[in-house]
């Protein structure tokens, strides 16, 4: 058996990636349709290489920077240390902004699953410089599937040159998650523009002084709109106007009202920004100037395509984090020397190294099945991603898009979740020191404590899972999920030993989370159905990631330490991790009322 060393980077590993991408996912697969015929393996990893080293020199180097000195807001303008703007130019200059969009544009036509490997590094080198790219991507993925060719032209060039930045301007002071309570406003003008008027809160990326603009897409209503989230349409609105020949005109009615200072995320900029407040009136007239993106009353369904690509963003972002954070905490574990073996009668014997302890290895081998199984589920998720686009037919495009659908919310909030609590355990790995600020791993546990809320808390990603997803048309992505985790645990269970002993829980747990599903939705009282939709997130995400591992398990049949660790921690997943979710089976099948039933008084 080949030993290994300590991964030659603590940033992410790039053997992980490489297994997960070429040996799992097959990712060559690809390159046989049309879109991406002009790449090849080598390609594929060049950009890997490039993206390992451009976080490397460019993004890790400051995140702690990016920590300690916060974007400042003197009342005027937003300052950033000059670290933020050089590395984002040399993202920029590298072509990852553009790495999925066509060519045509500029981009590099990269496969989805590619680009998302692409984007962990980025992620885990420094998640607060690397949203404001994340952003103006998701941005201009939308203008570029729901825009005018003159939106696109006039505003998603400039993006993908690294010119202008993107944002997403949904929340409001008093609405926080409940869109259906935006209040701002949108007046039409006789010239088929509109001036926007009202307050977005929460706003990452929101305002800066880099680039040259920032592309805003704004929720608002126009007038005589139906209440609720049906009222809603979706407008751009550019930080600076710009005329037709691309050059930049007046400042718009967008201004900054203040920064949210964060417990974690802290290089990007978080704002409260003012539409129309009379600031910046352009032409004197009151109102911000925005440009109608596809039909009035869709703005909610057009938000929902950048809304998603953040989601499954949001669970990358955190599994990136979990994943430097074991990496971290695995060399640490590797050099430190403390404590003597169980048994070890000698006082004066030299202290051991700290994975040499069963529950250190405990610890470490917990965080690699959660941190691998979260980057295993964005990665796949990506993947079909590709399908969904480039798939040879129809039905193929729809089966993705199906289990897309019901993944994405799963996507979102289990590396959020399960990635986050590796995060804990690295600093438990590194003790005391863990606890410091003279270590990585407590701002890797504090950013990535915002993942269960951005996009959609928890909560409402088990809303959206419990309620919508696992029921739409009549149950066909369950169905789907459902097939396809048989698919798998068959063919695990035909190759015999542990991986049919595995293959036969995975199984009876999907078998559980189906049955329970009927049960709820039986009930005939959807506050009942949904009052442990978190909890039937936990399961359906558990239950998942086990079919997932068990894939894993399945791909890594060769000798190397690579593919023993991949099939232990399959095991240890399988075994010590998945039985968790029986509990909760067993209370969403009894349909408990307990949180319904607890009065106010009582809390």
């Known amino acids: 058996m080949t030993r290994s060393t300590t991964p ?84 920029s200059a590298s072509g990852f902004t553009g790495a999925t969009f066509d060519e045509e544009l500029g981009g590099l036509q990269l496969p989805q699953v590619v680009a998302s490997a692409v984007a962990a590094w980025f992620q885990a080198a420094n998640c607060g410089t690397a949203g404001y790219p994340f952003l103006t991507q998701a941005n201009a993925h939308l203008l570029v599937a729901h825009g005018s060719p003159e939106q696109v032209e006039r505003f998603v060039r400039p993006m993908l ?47 800066h002084e880099m680039g040259e603009n920032i592309v805003h897409l704004v929720l608002a209503r126009t007038a ?24 930049l005109g007046e400042r718009n009615d967008v201004v900054l009202a203040g920064l949210n200072h964060k417990m974690g995320w802290r290089g990007t900029t978080n704002t409260l920004l003012n539409f129309g407040e009379g600031a910046h009136r352009p032409g004197g007239e009151p109102g911000a100037v925005g440009y109608l993106v596809g039909e009035q009353h869709r703005g909610l369904a057009l938000m929902f395509h950048m809304m998603n690509e953040a989601r499954v963003g949001v669970g990358l972002g955190a599994a990136a984090l979990g994943c430097t954070g074991y990496l971290k905490a695995l060399a640490y574990a590797r050099e430190r020397t ?28 917990t ?64 003790g005391g020191y863990g606890y410091t600020r003279e270590y990585d791993v407590e701002q890797h546990y504090r950013d990535n404590r915002l993942n269960p809320i951005h996009e959609g808390t928890h909560g409402i990603q088990g ?97 190397s330490d690579l593919h023993a660790g991949k099939r232990h921690a399959a095991r240890w997943f399988v075994r010590c991790d998945l039985p968790r979710v029986h509990p909760q089976l067993d209370l969403l099948e009894r349909l408990d009322r307990t949180v319904l039933d607890v009065e106010d008084a009582w809390l």
Not at 198 to 205: A, R, T
Not at 347 to 359: K, M, T
Request: proline residues 4%; aromatic residues 6%; negative net charge.
């Open 367 to 430: 965080m690699k099945a959660w941190v691998e199984g979260g980057l295993g589920l964005v990665l796949y998720t990506a993947r079909l991603v590709d399908e969904e686009q480039t798939a040879e037919g129809a039905a193929a495009r729809e089966e993705a898009h199906r289990l897309l659908e019901v993944l994405t919310p799963i996507a979102k909030s289990w590396p959020s979740q399960w990635c986050l609590a590796a995060n804990d355990l690295a600093i438990q790995v590194h």
């Open 161 to 207: 040159e690294g010119r202008f930045f993107g944002t997403m301007c949904l929340s409001e002071p008093q609405a926080g998650s409940s869109l259906a309570d935006v209040t701002t406003t949108a007046a039409e003008q006789p010239d088929g523009t509109f001036r926007l008027r009202g307050n977005k809160m929460w706003i990452s990326g929101g305002d």
């Open 8 to 91: 030659s980077s603590t940033v992410m590993s790039r053997a992980d990636l490489a297994f997960q991408l070429h040996e799992w996912l097959r990712v060559e697969d690809l390159l046989t349709r049309e879109r991406y015929a002009e790449h090849s393996r080598d390609t594929l990893d060049a950009v890997l290489d490039l993206a390992e080293t451009v976080a490397t020199r460019h993004f890790a180097t400051h995140n702690k920077r990016n920590d300690q000195e916060e974007p400042r807001f003197d009342g005027e303008r937003v300052h950033l240390h000059p670290e933020v703007e050089e590395a984002l130019a040399v993202y």
């Open 338 to 365: 403390q404590g003597r073996p169980v048994g070890a009668k000698d006082p004066a014997s030299p202290p051991v190294r700290l994975v040499e302890h069963a529950d250190v290895r405990r610890m470490l081998l």
């Open 463 to 559: 809303l959206d899972l419990l309620g919508r997803k696992v029921v739409a048309e009549g149950g066909a992505g369950l169905r789907l999920l459902a097939r396809r985790i048989r698919e798998t645990t068959d063919a695990a269970a035909a190759r015999g030993g542990d991986l049919a002993q595995d293959a036969a829980a995975v199984q009876a747990a999907a078998d559980r989370l189906v049955a329970v599903t009927a049960t709820l939705w039986s009930a005939g009282d959807p506050r009942v159905s949904t009052a442990n939709s978190s909890a039937y997130l936990e399961v359906a995400g558990h239950v998942v990631v086990a079919w997932l591992w068990l894939q894993q398990a399945m791909a890594a049949d060769g000798d």
């Open 224 to 247: 005589g709109a139906p209440a609720g989230v049906k009222g809603l349409s979706l407008f751009l609105v550019p930080k600076h106007l710009v005329a037709d020949d691309g050059s």
